[in-house]
Structure formats: structure tokens, C-alpha cells
């Protein structure tokens, strides 16, 4: 029975601009992304090892920037220090052709990187600040895709660009990444926060006031959150499985099935088509269906599950190159689409779960989980992989499923604003039977 009240879901002020400038910085990303070791050699000239020392070292600098990050966001305002970001890409982006030598590569690849790994923390919160409800797993949903559509667009923009000008092309892309960022961050200007009016008034009486100045401040709120850092601890587990399709995929197909690598390529080709061809209305079904925020998360996950298990059976049975590919592609339609409707769900509810004041400092640290599964994936794979090919794949399986049922246990210790994307409609009461008359 559904238990949700059909209403319009409210739009938010400066949507288009929003979604127009994350397409648009999407679109930069797939420029340098696909080739990122290469980008940044010929734009530099320097050799590849010092190009990758210093991506890696400055990666990590981003990763411990990421809490004060979230910090800014409290006291700043999501907003300002997202409009911020897009300025320090920008002008990180224009300034990489012109960084020669190690010394000025390695702090414009900080400068930048400091934005770059803080930039999902505070989209997030900037979700948080100009929706409500539904409207953020709507937004999550169109964000998502844009950024898949944004990205495939961006890594043809630079093969065309590359066929037309050779290798010194990629200082044309450097540039065109600077333009890119900088115009995103004057669209999304025109985005406009919305007042919380559920928000509760302020205390009334004194002794209100002085419980409410001893609450813990800051991270020491959200690491006395077990709930929350239980969210975060389940999205680790499912987000090793988002690191599969691009660390464990290719290794596994070149290893274990011997395949050639077109089936990679087959494979990233079907991911992309889907969550940008059909992101939106799989979520949007999801959504309109009533289902609660953590049980989506949660199917989410076990379709990830499922589609790990199909790894291990076709591992197994190694059949001809036909039918692996078949077989293939299907298990990645699978698992595209429990991504499909796990990061809308799981996206507002940790979004939601967060407490309005303290958004960004929740975000920073649920974000964290992100980041740790990406940082250990690459070691965390190859060495099940060298033992045995199936083992990822049943390590993963496992994680998924212990994630579907950490979010389905979680669900009675979170805010209700947060399980649900709609307030429940309460049910009404049955009238009382008339007592029996008696003569």
C-alpha cells in the first residue's frame, strides 16, 4: 500500500543554469580525464613518472583537504565556495601550459587538485541548499547523467581535436577545460538556496539555549553520529563495487577471460549509453514508485550483487569469445543499472541525513568513503586477482550484499526527512464501531 502523498515536486531556482554549467565542466572533465597521464606529459613536457608522482602526491593533499573543505561549506555557504572551486579549475586549467618545470607543474597540479577532490563534497551540499525532498534525487538523478553524457562528449571533443592538431592539441584542451570550468561557475551563480520553513524555531527559553551551545560542534557531531557514519561505512562497501567498471573490469577481461580489449571498450561504451540515455527515467520511476530512500539504495546494491555473481559463473564456465561478449555486456546492463538506482537514493539520503548547520562537515566525511575505496581498489583488486580471477568478484559480491543489509537495518535509526523523499502520509484512524444496543 502506497503510503505517499502525489505531489507536484517542486522546481528549483536556477535549475537549467545548474545543470546546463555541470554539463558543460563535465564535458572539460572528458577531455583530460581518459588521458590524464598523457594530458598532462605533452602539456608539461615532462616524462611520465614525474607526471604520475606528482598526480598521485597531490591526489593525497587533496583527499586531506577534503574536511576543511566541508568546514567552508558551513560557514560559507555551499553556493559560494562551489562558485569558488569552478574559479580555482579554471585558472589551474590555463595555467598548465605555461608549467614547464617540476616545481610550477607540481603546485598548479596541488592548486588544482585541492578543487578538484573537493568538488563532489560540495556539489553534494550545494544539492542540499537549493532542494528539498524529492527534488534532490530528481537533481541527482539529471546530475548524474549529464556528467556520463558530459564526459563521453568531452573524451570525443579531444580525439577530434588531437586528429586535427597532433599532441600540441592538448594545450587547445587546456585551455578549453579553463573555459569550460569558468563558464559552469557563472551558470551555476544563478542558482538561488532555499529556506528550510520546517526548520524549528529557535529555543525559546534560556535553559533551551544553553542545551543547544553544549551540543557537539563541528566533526566531533559527526563522528558521535553512529547512524550516519554507518551510511558512510555501507556506501564504502558499495562503492568499492563503482570502482569495478574501471580498475577491475579491464584487468579481469585481459586476465582471466583472455578477451581482446575492444570488450572493454564495449563494455564503458554500454555503462556510459545507459545512465545518460535512461539515468533520469530509471530514477524517476524509483522515486514515483514511493520507495524509501534506504530500500532503493538497497536493491541498488544487490543488483550490484547479482551482477558480481554472473562475473564468477562466467569465470567459471569461460566460454567462446561470442557468448562471453553477450554475456558481458548483459552483466554490466545489470550492474549499470543497480548503479542507476543506488546513487540517486544513496546520494539524497546522505544528503538528507545531514544536519542543515553541520551539511558540509557530514558530506566531507561520507564522501571520504568514495575516496578510500578508489585509493585501495587498485591494490585491494590485482592481489585477489593474482590468487584467483573469481575472488574480486566474490570479495565484492559479499560487500555488496553486507551494504543492502547494513541500509535496510539503518533505516529505523535514521531521520525520517531522510528514509523518506515525500513525508508519509498519515494513515487515517478507523472510526469506532457503534456499541451494540441492548434492551
Known amino acids: 500500500m502506497k503510503v505517499f502523498a502525489k505531489s507536484r515536486e517542486p522546481r528549483v531556482a536556477g535549475e537549467r543554469s545548474l545543470l546546463v554549467g555541470v554539463g558543460i565542466s563535465s564535458i572539460g572533465i572528458g577531455m583530460y580525464i581518459p588521458f590524464s597521464l598523457v594530458f598532462f606529459h605533452h602539456v608539461t613536457g615532462l616524462s611520465f613518472a614525474l607526471v604520475g608522482l606528482v598526480l598521485t602526491a597531490t591526489g593525497l593533499a587533496g583527499l586531506a583537504f577534503m574536511p576543511l573543505a566541508g568546514s567552508a561549506v558551513d560557514r560559507f555557504g555551499a553556493r559560494r565556495v562551489n562558485l569558488v572551486l569552478y574559479a580555482i579549475r579554471a585558472l589551474g586549467f590555463a595555467l598548465y601550459p605555461f608549467a614547464g618545470s617540476l616545481p610550477a607543474f607540481a603546485a598548479v597540479a596541488l592548486f588544482t587538485a585541492l578543487a578538484d577532490r573537493s568538488f563532489p563534497v560540495v556539489q553534494q551540499s550545494l544539492i542540499g541548499e537549493v532542494a528539498r525532498g524529492a527534488a534532490r534525487d530528481r537533481l541527482q538523478a539529471s546530475l548524474r547523467a549529464l556528467q556520463n553524457a558530459g564526459m563521453g562528449a568531452g573524451a570525443l571533443l579531444v580525439s577530434g581535436v588531437l586528429a586535427l592538431w597532433g599532441t600540441g592539441g592538448f594545450h587547445y584542451t587546456a585551455w578549453g577545460n579553463a573555459v569550460a570550468f569558468a563558464l559552469a561557475g557563472v551558470l551555476v551563480a544563478r542558482v538561488r538556496p532555499v529556506r528550510d520553513d520546517s526548520a524549528a524555531p529557535a529555543p525559546a527559553t534560556a535553559s533551551a539555549s544553553a542545551s543547544a551551545r553544549r551540543q557537539p560542534a563541528g566533526y566531533r557531531m559527526v563522528l558521535r553520529d553512529r547512524p550516519f557514519l554507518g551510511l558512510t561505512a555501507a556506501n564504502f562497501l558499495t562503492a568499492l563495487g563503482y570502482a569495478a567498471l574501471s580498475v577491475l573490469f579491464p584487468l579481469y577481461i585481459a586476465t582471466w577471460l583472455r578477451g581482446p580489449d575492444s570488450l572493454t571498450g564495449a563494455a564503458f561504451t554500454v555503462n556510459t549509453a545507459l545512465c545518460a540515455g535512461i539515468g533520469v ?146 494513515t487515517p484512524a478507523r472510526p469506532a464501531r457503534p456499541a451494540a444496543v441492548t434492551a
Open 281 to 426: 527515467l530509471v530514477a524517476g520511476r524509483v522515486r514515483r514508485s514511493g520507495a524509501r530512500r534506504t530500500r532503493s539504495a538497497a536493491l541498488g546494491s544487490l543488483l550490484f550483487a547479482a551482477a558480481f555473481v554472473a562475473q564468477i559463473v562466467l569465470g567459471t564456465l569461460r566460454p567462446g569469445q561470442t557468448v562471453t561478449l553477450v554475456a558481458l555486456l548483459a552483466i554490466v546492463v545489470v550492474y549499470t543499472l543497480g548503479e542507476l538506482i543506488h546513487s540517486p537514493s544513496g546520494g539524497a539520503l546522505s544528503v538528507s541525513a545531514a544536519p542543515e548547520a553541520v551539511r558540509g562537515r557530514y558530506l566531507a566525511t561520507y564522501q571520504l568513503s568514495y575516496s578510500l575505496a578508489t585509493a585501495l581498489a587498485p591494490s585491494l583488486f590485482t592481489a585477489l586477482l593474482a590468487v584467483d580471477g573469481r575472488l574480486p568478484w566474490a570479495v565484492l559480491a559479499v560487500a555488496a550484499l553486507g551494504a543492502a543489509c547494513a541500509l535496510l537495518r539503518l533505516e529505523r535509526h535514521l531521520p525520517a526527512e531522510a528514509v523518506y523523499a515525500e513525508a508519509p502520509k498519515p
